[in-house]
């Protein structure tokens, strides 16, 4: 290097010190503008969950207050015995188990080779299901029912547990399909190729080497698929009539009068209960899920 040259870091701090504004200084600012950011956007997304924890455990004394609190000076546990005295929380929460576990492995039993498929077979089947799930993703719910409602009725399964279950591995199938694909590219082919070369057949292959590898992949799509289903609202209460067979988001609306007016502590605890499974599930896989989106966008 010549005496007249250096290196981009001096001529940086060089920089700085003309204009008295280090970049030292100036990332910091930066970096805290970015973080204070990040913190007033979760605060925003944690709100509604916050006051939700708040309002389960307030007597209904406070839940009527003018002044309402965030931490309850009171706290009981009385809207949870009342939420499960008033309706049959154990009952849906089992319906919605059933629906989500079983969509979730039929929809990942059906993803797996596609998206193997797709990964590894470029051409116009793969881009035209990649269409296929960027328009499925874009369809509004409220354009599908109708029809929807119309086949199943027509297959007699109305007001089905099976029928319902029929909906959510269609409705995740192309989500699930984006995901595994993603995660099949991540595998470099190379390996496949070596272990044809060591004399191991297609089939063993994607046993021993090939799936393996996917397992991670598969586990949170499958939980993803999972929790999609859990939180389902609007097939359920179009499809589902009896009682007995409703799944736990429709159960809630039941803790809201004819007249709109809402028992406000249990349903804020039937609420909560709904939506630990949600929170602790995506709190194994979130990790996983960006890593799936993220390997989907990048590779070609």
Known sequence: MSGTERPAGGRRAEAGRRTGRPGGARRAATRTGQYTALLAYLLFLAFPFLWLVSTAFKPPRELGSLHPTWIPEAPTLENFRLAFEQQPLLAAAGNSLLAAAASALVAIALATPMAYILARYRGRLSRAATGWVVVSQAFPLVLVIIPLFLILKGLHLVDSRTGLIMVYVVWSLPFALWMLTGYVRAVPPELEEAA?????????????????????????????????????????????????????????????????????????????????????????????????????????
């Not at 929790?227 to 609306?253: C, D, H, I, M, Y």
């Open 196 to 300: 044809a070369v060591d004399g191991a057949g297609r089939v063993r292959t994607l046993v021993s080497v090939t799936a393996p590898l996917l397992a991670p992949g598969i586990a949170a799509t499958a939980l993803f698929a999972f929790v999609t289903a859990w939180n389902e609202f609007f097939f359920a209460l179009v499809l589902l009539k009896s009682p007995e067979k409703q799944t736990l988001p429709v159960v809630l609306t039941h803790f809201i009068g004819t007249e709109g007016v809402a028992d406000l502590g249990p349903l804020a605890a039937a609420a909560l209960l709904a939506t630990l499974p949600s929170l602790l599930v995506f709190a194994v896989i979130q990790r996983r899920i960006t890593g799936g989106m993220l390997a989907g966008a990048v590779k070609s």
